[in-house]
């Protein structure tokens, strides 16, 4: 018989990611039927055997033993560890669940198949029954994700590109932004940053000798060349961004000075805004805050999201900006009645 249990889809990780798993349940379970391999690594009888054969191979005193049942457990002989015991308390485990919930939008990309192999490794280190404690850990933190992106069309780009970040290879990148026409870029990946539930790729571009970010989703092509390069070691990611409020460094710094009404004033006041931020509470409840960034387009859909909590005090370049964008969304509306 070659299947697998009904309703238990194919795990979609490495042979090596597999086996890795296969070794541990037999390490920490003093064995494992081949029933339970199968239903413990959802894959087929047949790649249970040819794992087994495969850690054999390998060197590993691997062992068989008939029960009673007439089954066969597979084992390694006593006092046998190759790999060091990784355990984890309850809290710990909670909050590794939680921050795995936090890159519910990798879904679709290398990076969740990553995921899911570590969290099998996991529950490989765990006896049957404590499976199902550690899935109850897993719904004691969750999160909520409102317009992530699909990054499953990219797949071929970021298996590429993961390979290109971790042997630092020079790439040949074909970038169309918004609204204007694709260029290659000879690219040193350096970072790869999430912001907004969005992928963004930094790194020096020889093209225009200059650092650079690039959004994911706008990468036509990507192909990592022989060439390798070195990240310069004082190279931060936050030369990445500058003195930008959110990702884009755009337009001039600005000095900001915002009001907020008493209605949203602990909003805004349980939150960091800015790494340099003043705040400054108001008799009637509102409050100041001030500190300087650039990038208008984020500052302003921010502060359009607050409307009609917000003035702005100062400058009066954005000020003006601000009510500009505001009476044109009058107008409009205005030519287009219920």
Not at 113 to 135: I, N, T, Y
Not at 197 to 210: D, I, Q
Not at 231 to 250: I, K, R
């Amino acid at each position: 018989m070659n299947a697998r249990k009904p309703g238990k889809p194919a795990k979609k990780y490495s042979q090596a990611a597999r086996l890795h798993d296969v070794i541990r349940i037999l390490e920490h379970r003093y064995g494992a039927t081949v029933e339970e391999l199968v239903d413990e690594c959802q894959v087929t009888r047949r790649t249970v055997y040819r794992d087994l054969t495969a850690i054999e191979d390998a060197g590993y005193p691997l062992v068989k033993e008939l029960q009673d049942s007439g089954e066969v457990l597979y084992r390694f002989v006593a006092g046998f560890k190759q790999l060091p015991p990784i355990t984890f308390t309850l809290e710990e485990l909670m909050t590794l669940y939680l921050c795995r919930g936090q890159l519910s939008f990798l879904q679709g990309t290398p990076f969740q198949d990553d995921l899911d192999a570590v969290f099998a490794r996991l529950r490989s280190g765990l006896p049957p029954r404590s499976v199902a404690h550690l899935e109850r850990i897993a719904e004691a933190g969750s999160s909520k994700i409102q317009g992530f992106r699909d990054y499953t069309n990219q797949r071929t780009i970021l298996n590429c590109l993961r390979q290109a970040l971790l042997k630092q290879q020079r790439c040949r990148m074909i970038y169309a932004p918004a609204r204007r026409e694709a260029s290659e870029y000879i690219f040193d990946p350096y970072t790869l940053l999430f912001y907004n539930s969005s992928l963004y790729l930094g790194g020096y571009v020889h093209n225009r000798k200059a650092l650079r970010l690039f959004l994911v989703d706008r990468i036509e092509s990507l192909v990592a060349t022989e060439e390798r390069f070195e990240v310069p070691e004082d190279y931060t990611p936050s030369q990445l961004t500058g003195a930008a409020f959110g990702l884009n460094d755009e337009g001039p710094e600005r000095q900001l000075d915002l009001l907020f009404a008493a209605p949203i004033a602990h909003l805004i006041r349980e939150r960091i805004w800015h790494p340099q931020q003043v705040l400054e509470e108001q008799e009637d409840g509102s409050l100041r805050l001030q500190f300087t960034a650039a990038g208008d387009t984020e500052i302003l859909s921010w502060l359009n999201s607050l409307i009609p909590h917000v003035q702005i005090l100062g400058p009066a370049s954005l000020r003006q900006i601000f009510l500009q964008a505001l009476r044109k969304t009058l107008h409009e509306s205005e030519l287009f009645p219920e």
